[in-house]
Structures are given as structure tokens and as C-alpha cells.
């Protein structure tokens, strides 16, 4: 089998095999810790512009499954200790290396993961190249960035999806990279939702009087999306609004508040969240490499915290109509411990309607 490398930007070099895109790929190196759903993680647009790891060794083994993806492939590199090379499920397609081929991702497998995984932890992320003769020079691989990650990604026309049976409320759903199954938990509610483009005016957004507007997942430094954050200022207090990941850090920064880089960020479907007014522990998935500086908050409070670090995953803004949250509620894969949020932003469309009455 051929040899393929993994090159750090500071000079450290994985070897390994080649599986996937034949071509290299330069991009900021991430690790998830999900067991499973890496068909979610591989299809998830939040990853745009990454080289995703995959810290547990064995990926692959149920194969490709269409109907379980959450958007396009956007990752730039995929890593993993051992693919399956003869998945076995009844719903398979096909294989991940067919996956990876079709989508033009270049990946690397047969390395020490879990070596890679410890240095990450250590030093935090930083860009990678994959390869198959490491380079003379790492100028490349050092100045590489994501940048305009959302404005990429995002739709480019309003597309409406209609409700699951009797439409009881409109909602928008502003696209900074949405997952799939965010619309499905709307739809499910009884939502009629409108996508809209993440450039979408707040004047365009207010003319089609939706009961809620949501506030999908995306890519990218939350504080580069100038534009959206202008758009959320004006919206803020006059739409019920709820916040995912990172609508929830473009929300906050609306509200007059903060964002920062993590080391190397929260990926995986084993993330303890607290929430502080109960004393409640949840499990979530989530992914994101930036948090909302929890001491920058002045239009809002903490609602919940990492029990890990400690870091914000959820604000309440209770004279605003809005809240957010950092984790992923609607994970197609798990757990589903807080889907009772999306009640929650039903709930606070059926109360702002009725008080306009």
C-alpha cells in the first residue's frame, strides 16, 4: 500500500497509508472523540477548511449512508487508525474510501492517532499537510487559514421546506453552515422554515414576519462574520430567536459580548454540560474551536457551562427574546439528552404571538 504522510507545521511527520483523493491537502488539523457518527462528522460544513482526526481507532465499519448526511463534505483531510475496508450493515451503500474518492478529500490511515491526538492536546491546533512525499518547505502549511468560511458554504437563494403535517408556525432559518437535522427537529414541531442565506438583510427577514428566526451551526472565527453580527444587532429583542453553536457565539457578540480560540476545541458526542439553574448534567455532541467569554456578557447570562473547563455553552437573554446554546441538541447520532430545547424555542414563539395579540 502507498505511503502517505501527515506533516505538522512544526516540522513533526506521521507516516502512514493512503486511502481516499489521491492529492494532497493542506488544513488546520482537529481531533473529534465520537465512538460513532462519523458520517455526521465527515458531512457536518462546520469542519470546513479542517483535516479532521478521529481519535477512536476503528472507522468505517457500517459504511456510507446518504440518508444520515448533514450537508456537504467540507473537510479538507481525513485521519483515522483503521478504516473498514468490508463495512457490514444492512442500510450501507458503500465504503468510506469510495466517500472519500467521490468528494476529493485525500485521507491517511495505518499512523498513531492517538500520538497525534496528544500532541494537539499539548501544543493545540495547528495547520497540517497531507502528502505523499513531505515538502522542503512548511511555508505553506504555516500560512494557510479559514478564511470567509461562512460567506462559502452558506445557500445562495432562500429554499423553503414545509412542516411535518399541520404547519402551526414560520420560522427562518439563517444558514451559516446548517446541519440537516436542525431542520428536521424544526420541521417536526410543526415549523414551516425558510432557509435563508447567512448575507440575508434583518430588513429581508422582518418583511416575512416569521414567528422565530434560528441560528444554524457554522465554520469559521465567529468575530470574521462582521455582517451577520450587524444583522443579528437589529434583530435582537424583536424576533424570538434560538442559537446553535455557532449562531449561539454570533448571537453573543450581537448582544455586546466576546469570543475566543480554545486550545483545541470541543469535538465529539461526549461533552458534560452543566446547566446552572437546575444542577442538571447533560451529554452533548458538539464541535466548535472557539467559546463565548462567559465574563464578557452583559445583556445576558450564562445558562450553561462545560463541566470540563468550565467554558460557556449556553446564554439566556431574557429582555431580548433570545437564547443560545454552544452544543448540538439536534445530533442525528447522540445523545439526545437536551432536545427538549427546541421545545423550549417553540414555547417562546407561541408566547410572543400570543402577546402580540
Keep these: 500500500m502507498k505511503k502517505r504522510y501527515l506533516v505538522l507545521e512544526d516540522g513533526t511527520v506521521f507516516e502512514g497509508r493512503a486511502f481516499g483523493a489521491d492529492r494532497a491537502a493542506v488544513g488546520e488539523l482537529v481531533f473529534t472523540t465520537g465512538m460513532g457518527g462519523y458520517i455526521a462528522t465527515l458531512t457536518d460544513p462546520s469542519y470546513y477548511g479542517q483535516i479532521v482526526l478521529q481519535t477512536f481507532p476503528l472507522i468505517g465499519n457500517y459504511g456510507i449512508i446518504e440518508s444520515d448526511f448533514e450537508g456537504e463534505c467540507r ?30 478529500v485525500p485521507g491517511v ?3 498513531d492517532t492517538r500520538a497525534v491526538t496528544k500532541l494537539i492536546r499539548e501544543r493545540g491546533v495547528m495547520n497540517a499537510l497531507i502528502c505523499d512525499e513531505p515538502p522542503a518547505s512548511l511555508d505553506e502549511v504555516k500560512a494557510y487559514a479559514v478564511k470567509d468560511a ?21 420560522v427562518t ?14 420541521q417536526k414541531r410543526g415549523c414551516d422554515v425558510t432557509i435563508v442565506p447567512s448575507f440575508t438583510t434583518a430588513e429581508e427577514i422582518i418583511a416575512a414576519h416569521p414567528d422565530g428566526v434560528m ?41 455586546g459580548g466576546r469570543t475566543m480560540k480554545l486550545k483545541y476545541g470541543h469535538r465529539g458526542a461526549n461533552q458534560p454540560v452543566r446547566e446552572l439553574s437546575t444542577g442538571s448534567t447533560y ?20 445558562s450553561f457551562e462545560n ?22 441538541p439536534e445530533a442525528c447520532s447522540g445523545p439526545r439528552d437536551t432536545m427538549f430545547l427546541f421545545d423550549r424555542f417553540v414555547s417562546m414563539m407561541e408566547e410572543d404571538r400570543h402577546a402580540a395579540e
Excluded at 473537510?75 to 476529493?104: A, I
Design 283 to 302: 451529554i452533548t455532541s458538539q464541535n466548535h474551536g472557539y467559546a463565548v467569554v462567559s465574563e464578557s456578557l452583559t445583556n445576558g447570562h450564562v
Design 215 to 255: 441560528l444554524s451551526n457554522g465554520p469559521g472565527d465567529p468575530a470574521e462574520n462582521t455582517e451577520c453580527i450587524e444583522t443579528l444587532k437589529k434583530l435582537l429583542g424583536r424576533i424570538p430567536m434560538f442559537g446553535i453553536c455557532l449562531g449561539h457565539q454570533l448571537l453573543a457578540l450581537a448582544a
Design 150 to 170: 461562512v460567506r462559502s458554504i452558506t445557500v445562495r437563494a432562500p429554499e423553503f421546506c414545509p412542516a411535518e403535517g399541520e404547519a402551526k408556525r414560520r
Design 75 to 104: 473537510l479538507r483531510g481525513y485521519v483515522v487508525r483503521e478504516w473498514c475496508e468490508t463495512p457490514s450493515n444492512f442500510r450501507c451503500q458503500y465504503d468510506l474510501d469510495t466517500f472519500l474518492k467521490n468528494k476529493g
Design 307 to 328: 463541566a470540563n473547563d468550565a467554558t460557556c455553552e449556553g446564554v439566556d437573554y431574557p429582555g431580548l427574546k433570545a437564547f443560545s446554546v454552544q452544543f448540538h
Design 173 to 186: 432559518l439563517i444558514d451559516y453552515g446548517a446541519k440537516h437535522h436542525i431542520l428536521c427537529e424544526l
Design 109 to 111: 490511515w495505518g499512523l
